[in-house]
């Protein structure tokens, strides 16, 4: 019993000293990081969706919201700024596809600014990289957004 209570001391499920249980649940919520999500406009066809903290089934519908929010105001370029994510799901992968087939129709296009390489390599592992611009920089896009609206 000892040798259980001592790993669970380990991993934080025990408070050290104390034979009162420290529930991981509880410890997390209070942890949680705050999620923010904010719509710009940089360009009358252009919008970026500016997220921060953890993009994660819980902070999906607000992301989603703001995302066909702008795509309904009649943007066909959308960016998705990660850059200030710390943390994304699968939910979060489904709301930019969801996103990417809406702006489609409309001769547009979604593109991601991410700057954490776990983030990314969550793109290339899916092949989500292949149906998104993936951009260092919100300059990047948007100067990549420029120029693709000069072509057409």
Not at 124 to 151: K, M, N, P, V, W
Request: charged share 25%; with cysteine; hydrophobic share 40%.
């Amino acid at each position: 019993m000892a040798k259980i209570r001592h790993h669970a001391q380990q991993l934080g499920l025990l408070r050290q000293g104390s034979g009162r249980r420290n529930t991981p649940w509880a410890s997390r919520v209070e942890e949680r990081p705050q999620f923010g999500v904010e719509l710009l406009r940089a360009e009358p066809d252009t919008a970026v969706i500016a997220l921060e903290g953890e993009v994660d089934i819980y902070s999906a519908p607000q992301f989603k919201e703001a995302l066909f929010a702008g795509i309904e105001d009649g943007a066909t370029t959308i960016i998705v700024d990660l850059g200030r994510v710390t943390f994304i799901d699968s939910t979060a992968l489904g709301v930019l596809v969801g996103g990417a087939k809406r702006v489609q129709p409309k001769n547009g296009r979604l593109d991601v600014v991410c700057t954490d390489e776990h983030i990314t390599r969550i793109f290339e592992i899916t092949g989500l990289d292949r149906i998104f611009g993936i951009f260092r920089t919100r300059d990047e896009a948007l100067r990549a957004a420029a120029s693709s609206g000069a072509e057409q």
